[in-house]
Protein backbone atom coordinates (compact mmCIF):
# COMPACT_ATOMS: atom_id res chain seq x y z
CA UNK A 1 0.00 0.00 0.00
CA UNK A 2 1.45 3.45 -0.77
CA UNK A 3 3.65 1.97 -2.81
CA UNK A 4 5.11 2.88 -6.25
CA UNK A 5 6.02 1.22 -9.21
CA UNK A 6 7.50 3.40 -11.94
CA UNK A 7 9.34 2.75 -15.41
CA UNK A 8 6.79 0.37 -16.76
CA UNK A 9 7.40 1.47 -19.84
CA UNK A 10 6.06 0.14 -23.59
CA UNK A 11 8.55 1.09 -26.61
CA UNK A 12 6.85 0.20 -30.28
CA UNK A 13 8.27 0.40 -33.94
CA UNK A 14 6.85 0.13 -37.33
CA UNK A 15 7.89 -0.68 -40.44
CA UNK A 16 10.10 1.62 -42.60
CA UNK A 17 9.58 2.36 -46.66
CA UNK A 18 11.63 3.24 -49.17
CA UNK A 19 10.13 5.03 -52.51
CA UNK A 20 11.52 6.68 -55.56
CA UNK A 21 11.53 6.24 -59.40
CA UNK A 22 13.47 4.23 -61.94
CA UNK A 23 13.99 6.26 -65.45
CA UNK A 24 16.05 5.93 -68.61
CA UNK A 25 18.56 8.74 -68.38
CA UNK A 26 18.05 8.97 -72.58
CA UNK A 27 20.85 11.86 -72.16
CA UNK A 28 23.18 10.06 -70.10
CA UNK A 29 24.12 12.86 -68.15
CA UNK A 30 23.26 11.73 -64.43
CA UNK A 31 19.90 13.45 -64.03
CA UNK A 32 16.35 12.85 -64.76
CA UNK A 33 15.58 15.79 -67.24
CA UNK A 34 12.20 16.30 -68.36
CA UNK A 35 10.78 13.99 -71.34
CA UNK A 36 12.75 11.03 -69.81
CA UNK A 37 10.40 8.00 -69.33
CA UNK A 38 10.12 5.43 -66.01
CA UNK A 39 11.82 2.03 -66.67
CA UNK A 40 9.06 -0.61 -65.99
CA UNK A 41 9.99 -4.47 -64.42
CA UNK A 42 13.24 -3.19 -62.44
CA UNK A 43 13.47 -5.01 -59.39
CA UNK A 44 14.90 -2.50 -55.78
CA UNK A 45 15.95 -4.07 -53.39
CA UNK A 46 17.16 -3.63 -49.47
CA UNK A 47 20.77 -5.54 -49.58
CA UNK A 48 20.69 -6.68 -45.76
CA UNK A 49 23.40 -9.13 -45.77
CA UNK A 50 26.16 -7.29 -47.85
CA UNK A 51 26.30 -9.49 -51.00
CA UNK A 52 24.36 -7.51 -53.78
CA UNK A 53 22.14 -10.03 -54.80
CA UNK A 54 18.32 -9.60 -54.35
CA UNK A 55 17.95 -12.92 -51.42
CA UNK A 56 14.82 -14.23 -50.40
CA UNK A 57 13.15 -12.31 -47.27
CA UNK A 58 14.99 -9.26 -48.21
CA UNK A 59 12.51 -5.94 -48.64
CA UNK A 60 12.08 -5.32 -52.61
CA UNK A 61 9.51 -3.97 -55.04
CA UNK A 62 9.70 -3.75 -58.71
CA UNK A 63 9.08 -0.84 -60.64
CA UNK A 64 5.78 0.15 -62.14
CA UNK A 65 4.97 1.23 -65.62
CA UNK A 66 5.67 5.04 -65.13
CA UNK A 67 9.04 3.55 -63.30
CA UNK A 68 7.83 4.04 -60.09
CA UNK A 69 8.34 1.76 -56.85
CA UNK A 70 7.75 1.57 -53.01
CA UNK A 71 9.77 -1.14 -50.53
CA UNK A 72 7.88 -1.53 -47.57
CA UNK A 73 8.29 -3.47 -44.15
CA UNK A 74 11.94 -2.33 -43.69
CA UNK A 75 13.26 -2.66 -40.44
CA UNK A 76 14.46 0.12 -38.99
CA UNK A 77 17.18 1.13 -36.96
CA UNK A 78 19.84 -0.42 -38.95
CA UNK A 79 21.77 0.91 -42.03
CA UNK A 80 21.51 -0.99 -45.15
CA UNK A 81 22.53 -0.56 -48.92
CA UNK A 82 19.86 -0.38 -51.49
CA UNK A 83 20.81 -1.61 -55.48
CA UNK A 84 18.98 -2.01 -58.14
CA UNK A 85 18.74 -5.47 -60.02
CA UNK A 86 21.21 -4.58 -63.17
CA UNK A 87 19.94 -5.60 -66.42
CA UNK A 88 22.57 -6.52 -69.58
CA UNK A 89 22.91 -3.43 -71.92
CA UNK A 90 22.34 -0.89 -69.39
CA UNK A 91 24.77 1.60 -67.70
CA UNK A 92 23.71 3.27 -64.20
CA UNK A 93 24.36 6.74 -64.64
CA UNK A 94 22.18 7.67 -61.41
CA UNK A 95 23.16 8.19 -58.00
CA UNK A 96 26.93 8.44 -58.50
CA UNK A 97 27.65 6.04 -55.46
CA UNK A 98 28.47 2.67 -57.27
CA UNK A 99 30.48 -0.21 -56.31
CA UNK A 100 31.19 -3.67 -57.50
CA UNK A 101 27.56 -4.63 -57.22
CA UNK A 102 25.93 -1.18 -58.86
CA UNK A 103 24.91 1.85 -58.18
CA UNK A 104 23.13 2.22 -54.51
CA UNK A 105 21.96 4.50 -51.61
CA UNK A 106 23.17 3.49 -48.24
CA UNK A 107 20.35 4.26 -45.95
CA UNK A 108 19.64 4.07 -41.75
CA UNK A 109 16.23 3.72 -41.61
CA UNK A 110 13.99 5.31 -38.77
CA UNK A 111 10.49 3.59 -37.53
CA UNK A 112 7.62 5.43 -39.82
CA UNK A 113 9.80 7.52 -41.73
CA UNK A 114 9.50 6.92 -45.65
CA UNK A 115 12.49 7.53 -47.69
CA UNK A 116 11.33 9.68 -51.00
CA UNK A 117 12.97 10.23 -54.08
CA UNK A 118 15.46 7.35 -54.18
CA UNK A 119 15.65 7.36 -57.72
CA UNK A 120 17.95 5.12 -60.17
CA UNK A 121 19.05 6.33 -63.77
CA UNK A 122 19.85 4.37 -66.53
CA UNK A 123 20.83 4.65 -70.60
CA UNK A 124 21.48 1.81 -73.19
CA UNK A 125 24.32 2.42 -75.70
CA UNK A 126 23.43 4.51 -78.43
CA UNK A 127 24.14 3.16 -82.25
CA UNK A 128 24.50 5.05 -85.29
CA UNK A 129 24.54 3.40 -89.17
CA UNK A 130 24.08 3.96 -92.90
CA UNK A 131 24.44 3.28 -95.88
CA UNK A 132 27.29 4.69 -98.82
CA UNK A 133 25.66 4.76 -102.30
CA UNK A 134 26.51 6.24 -105.80
CA UNK A 135 24.22 9.31 -106.77
CA UNK A 136 24.17 8.66 -110.67
CA UNK A 137 21.82 11.32 -111.61
CA UNK A 138 23.38 14.01 -108.81
CA UNK A 139 20.17 14.43 -107.28
CA UNK A 140 21.22 14.33 -103.87
CA UNK A 141 19.05 11.82 -102.60
CA UNK A 142 19.12 7.66 -103.09
CA UNK A 143 17.04 6.50 -105.85
CA UNK A 144 15.67 3.37 -105.79
CA UNK A 145 16.15 2.63 -109.42
CA UNK A 146 18.48 4.67 -110.50
CA UNK A 147 21.72 4.71 -107.97
CA UNK A 148 23.18 1.50 -106.28
CA UNK A 149 25.77 0.97 -103.40
CA UNK A 150 29.39 1.19 -102.99
CA UNK A 151 31.03 -1.07 -101.10
CA UNK A 152 34.47 -0.59 -99.26
CA UNK A 153 34.29 2.77 -98.69
CA UNK A 154 36.25 4.20 -95.68
CA UNK A 155 33.60 6.10 -93.42
CA UNK A 156 35.13 7.51 -89.48
CA UNK A 157 33.52 8.57 -86.40
CA UNK A 158 35.01 11.52 -84.78
CA UNK A 159 33.78 12.93 -81.59
CA UNK A 160 35.55 15.82 -79.33
CA UNK A 161 37.85 16.57 -82.41
CA UNK A 162 39.13 13.12 -82.54
CA UNK A 163 38.61 10.19 -84.68
CA UNK A 164 37.13 7.39 -82.42
CA UNK A 165 35.91 4.40 -84.35
CA UNK A 166 36.35 3.66 -87.91
CA UNK A 167 34.99 1.15 -90.50
CA UNK A 168 34.29 0.47 -94.25
CA UNK A 169 30.62 0.08 -96.28
CA UNK A 170 29.72 -3.68 -96.80
CA UNK A 171 28.58 -5.11 -100.15
CA UNK A 172 25.36 -3.82 -99.48
CA UNK A 173 26.99 -0.02 -98.75
CA UNK A 174 26.08 -0.57 -95.07
CA UNK A 175 28.31 0.57 -92.20
CA UNK A 176 27.52 1.16 -88.48
CA UNK A 177 29.12 2.41 -85.25
CA UNK A 178 28.04 0.72 -82.27
CA UNK A 179 28.29 0.98 -78.27
CA UNK A 180 28.29 4.80 -78.09
CA UNK A 181 27.16 6.85 -75.19
CA UNK A 182 24.17 9.08 -75.53
CA UNK A 183 24.27 12.77 -74.87
CA UNK A 184 27.41 13.15 -77.27
CA UNK A 185 27.92 15.05 -80.38
CA UNK A 186 29.04 12.56 -82.81
CA UNK A 187 30.40 14.01 -86.69
CA UNK A 188 30.61 11.63 -89.90
CA UNK A 189 33.15 11.73 -91.67
CA UNK A 190 33.32 9.54 -95.83
CA UNK A 191 37.52 9.18 -96.61
CA UNK A 192 37.50 9.35 -100.69
CA UNK A 193 40.08 5.96 -101.07
CA UNK A 194 42.39 6.98 -103.59
CA UNK A 195 42.14 3.52 -105.51
CA UNK A 196 37.93 3.95 -106.10
CA UNK A 197 38.20 4.22 -110.07
CA UNK A 198 36.26 7.41 -111.66
CA UNK A 199 38.03 10.11 -109.09
CA UNK A 200 38.09 12.36 -108.40
CA UNK A 201 34.52 11.62 -106.75
CA UNK A 202 32.03 15.02 -105.94
CA UNK A 203 30.03 14.74 -102.40
CA UNK A 204 26.09 15.26 -103.15
CA UNK A 205 24.74 14.40 -99.76
CA UNK A 206 24.87 15.72 -97.02
CA UNK A 207 23.56 19.46 -97.71
CA UNK A 208 25.43 21.91 -97.66
CA UNK A 209 28.59 19.01 -99.23
CA UNK A 210 31.52 19.23 -97.33
CA UNK A 211 33.46 16.94 -99.47
CA UNK A 212 35.56 13.91 -98.56
CA UNK A 213 37.54 13.84 -95.79
CA UNK A 214 35.39 16.09 -93.84
Known amino acids: SGGAN ?19 DLNANGAWDAGEPGLENWTIFVDQNGNGTPDTGEPSAVTAADGSYTINQIQPGVGYRI ?3 QQAG ?23 QPEIGNDFGNYEPAEI ?12 SYDDTVD ?11 QGGAMIQSTTTS ?10 TPGLTYELREVCPSTVPGEPWTQTEPTPTTGCGS
Open 129 to 140: DGYKYEDVNRNG
Open 148 to 158: GYLENWPIQLW
Open 90 to 112: WTCSFPTDSDAFGCYYDELFVSG
Open 171 to 180: AAGYFEFTGL
Open 6 to 24: TGNDFGNWTWATKSGTKFE
Open 83 to 85: YEV
